[in-house]
């Protein structure tokens, strides 16, 4: 059986990766194992899910569907329960569908899983498996099979602090730092991974996998706050020694990772086939969108009225909102999820609209977001409106929020209650673009070669495919054709398979809570979040 | 389904030693009835969130009011005994 790796880069984008291996004066190649890569191999743009989010966009890579079908939308899952809105995280028991771990474990290939997000609490596959986006203290529970932790303390200054997100460092993502404090938010993810590298190195030498995949997000990260650094299209003329200095340690990132990328191949079979790709692109958002503030203007949202007690402050601060159930009817979440959730009232008398009143106050709250103007360019501040059931079809549609906006610079919006609705950042950051990037090499694939923009759930049924495996009827992405050669697809035929194995997993149920303790709770997830500005 | 208390107690302390076995804590006792998980055990607001999900999937079961555990008269609760979570365990398993 032949070997498939699969490196995934968090958010890596060819705006920046072709001038990272480009040779500029002063800088050098940075990525020029990546430049190689790319000259023997294919590459194309590859379109996120509808809304460019890690979270719906990994699980559409690793299970070739939707998140129509898969059900994962955001970081945190939303339950309404009229009275008031109880928010949690997302975990691997709420993916509908199978994962490609699976799909090719039972098929007698054995594989490795590093570092992917919504994969704990861990399923059994055949092979390894590290989920990613989990905190130190619970890593070594959350490994699969449960040996792998102490094999891990083999590796020289291993220390799953290291290795693990750290929240407390991770909720700074979206906040404008300060230039002294970005500095050590770059340090932070160069040893974070080299570690990430040292066990996907470890387990691809001893355990010799069919599918060895790892997802590097220091990439996503860094551009979140660097990005006015590394933009070669933002780089001042004549920068201040501060920003060569910034620029310079977020290359070292990039030259770090090139490394990386070349040692886990070199270390791969001869006969391996290698795939990269990220769960969607990059740019550059300079517009704050205070999505819940232009609700509240327009009447359908109410916030808390704050105590003045610590914990509500803290609460108000927090990264998912902080309102007032009984008097809201249309509401974003969470920051990073830029959708908007209109509630509709269970029985008389019980916060939202009527049913009967679904369709046409959306079509109406259309129209109101449409007219949201950006001050600053005079142009509408959302540039589209997704609506559920055409965005996200499938067995899970019904949790994806109603309305999905893209803005008009691709940012994410703001829940805070602040005023303008439209206002302008201090210096762009980095958001998400819908394309990110698509790249393979070895045999069997065409060189020098570059194809036109494609789903991202193609990359589950390319991978199978690289694997030697059929490929399920029910997924929703397809085998990349323009990536192999057509000799080796004539050798090699695509084989349509059974569906996938069926999920069964206990969706989770609610009980009535009382309203003055669920405050408490929501205190307690406070310290979760994304984005905000 | 009813499980006896004794059951459910080295069920849950078996989840703790699990997860705590690598923090950096100065409590070297073992893990009884009367540990409290931020006083003895350094619990911070993530791992309660992840404790929820080990008894959820040591219980099999993804449906429990933590409310009723993680709540008192209105308030959040400072500090959890090991004794509540399994007096909690015993009313709704």
């Not at chain 1, 890569?37 to 379109?47: I, N, T, V």
């Not at chain 1, 290291?162 to 160069?190: S, T």
């Not at chain 1, 990073?336 to 009143?357: F, L, M, T, Y």
């Amino acid at each position: 059986m032949s070997q498939t790796l699969f490196l995934g880069l968090d958010g890596a984008t060819f705006h920046l990766l072709d001038d990272l291996i480009c040779d500029r004066p002063g800088q050098g190649i940075v990525m020029p194992f990546l430049k190689r890569f790319m000259e023997r191999g294919f590459r194309a743009p590859l379109r996120s899910t509808p809304h460019p989010l890690t979270p719906p966009a990994w699980t559409t890579l690793v299970t070739g569907r939707n998140p129509g079908e898969h059900g994962i939308y955001d970081f945190m899952r939303v339950d309404d329960r009229q009275d008031q809105v109880f928010f949690t995280l997302y975990d691997f028991r709420d993916i509908r569908c199978e994962t490609i771990w699976s799909i090719a474990g039972r098929q007698n290939r054995r594989v490795s899983a590093l570092n992917f997000p919504i994969m704990a609490p861990p399923p059994n596959i055949n092979g390894s498996l590290i989920p990613g986006f989990t905190p130190w203290r619970h890593l070594r529970r959350n490994m699969t099979p449960a040996s792998l932790y102490e094999r891990l303390t083999a590796i020289p200054g291993f220390h799953p602090k290291e290795l693990a997100w750290d929240f407390e460092r991770e909720n700074e993502v979206g906040n404008d730092m300060e230039e002294e404090y970005l500095a050590d938010w770059v340090r932070y993810h160069l040893p974070r991974e080299k570690l990430w590298f040292e066990v996907a190195r470890k387990l691809l030498a001893e355990d010799r996998p069919e599918l060895l995949a790892v997802l590097f997000d220091g990439v996503d990260k860094i551009q979140h706050q660097a990005w006015y650094y590394l933009d070669p299209e933002l780089q001042p003329a004549d920068p201040s020694p501060l920003h060569r200095q910034l620029r310079e340690l977020c290359l070292s990132y990039f030259r770090n990772l090139d490394g990386y990328l070349e040692q886990l191949v070199a270390l791969a079979r001869p006969d391996a086939r290698v795939f990269m790709a990220s769960d969607h692109g990059f740019r550059d958002s300079a517009t704050i969108v205070r999505i819940n503030r232009y609700l509240a203007d327009l009447g359908h949202l109410v916030y808390q009225e704050l105590d003045g007690t610590a914990a509500a402050q803290r609460r108000e601060a927090s990264p998912f909102a902080y309102l007032n159930w009984h008097k809201t009817v249309a509401y974003c979440p969470t920051p990073s999820s830029n959708g908007i959730i209109i509630r509709v009232a269970q029985s008389p008398g019980q916060p939202g609209i009527a049913p009967c009143d679904y369709l046409g106050f959306r079509e109406r709250l259309i129209g109101q977001l449409y007219r949201l103007i950006d001050p600053a360019t005079g142009q509408p501040a959302i540039r589209d409106i997704l609506i559920r059931e055409e965005a996200f079809p499938g067995q899970a549609s019904a949790s994806a929020p109603d309305l999905t906006l893209v803005l008009a610079d691709h940012g994410f919006v703001s829940i805070r209650n602040v005023a303008p609705p439209v206002g302008q950042r201090p210096r762009p950051v980095g958001t998400h673009h819908p394309d990110g990037v698509f790249m393979a090499a070895g045999p069997g694939i065409r060189a020098g070669a570059r194809g036109e923009v494609f789903p991202i759930a193609d990359v589950a049924a390319t991978l199978l495919h690289s694997l030697e495996l059929p490929i399920p009827g029910d997924l929703d992405g397809r085998v990349a054709r323009a990536c192999f050669r057509d000799d080796w697809l004539g050798d090699h035929p695509i084989r349509r398979g059974p569906a996938t194995l069926p999920v069964n997993r206990d969706r989770p149920t609610t009980e009535a809570m009382p309203e003055s303790e669920k405050q408490k709770i929501l205190d307690q997830l406070a310290m979760l979040g994304y984005l905000e500005e | 389904m009813s499980i006896e208390r004794p059951l459910i107690l080295d069920k849950v302390i078996q989840v703790l030693e699990t997860m705590t076995q690598d923090w950096d804590m100065d409590y070297a006792g073992t893990i009884n009835e009367d540990v409290k998980l931020v006083e003895d055990l350094t619990f911070a607001s993530i791992d309660i969130i992840q404790l929820v999900v080990a008894l959820e999937e040591a219980f099999q079961r993804r449906d429990l009011p933590v409310d009723k555990l993680l709540l008192k008269d209105g308030r959040y609760v400072d500090e959890i005994k090991v004794s509540s979570i399994v007096d909690f365990l015993k009313a709704h398993l």
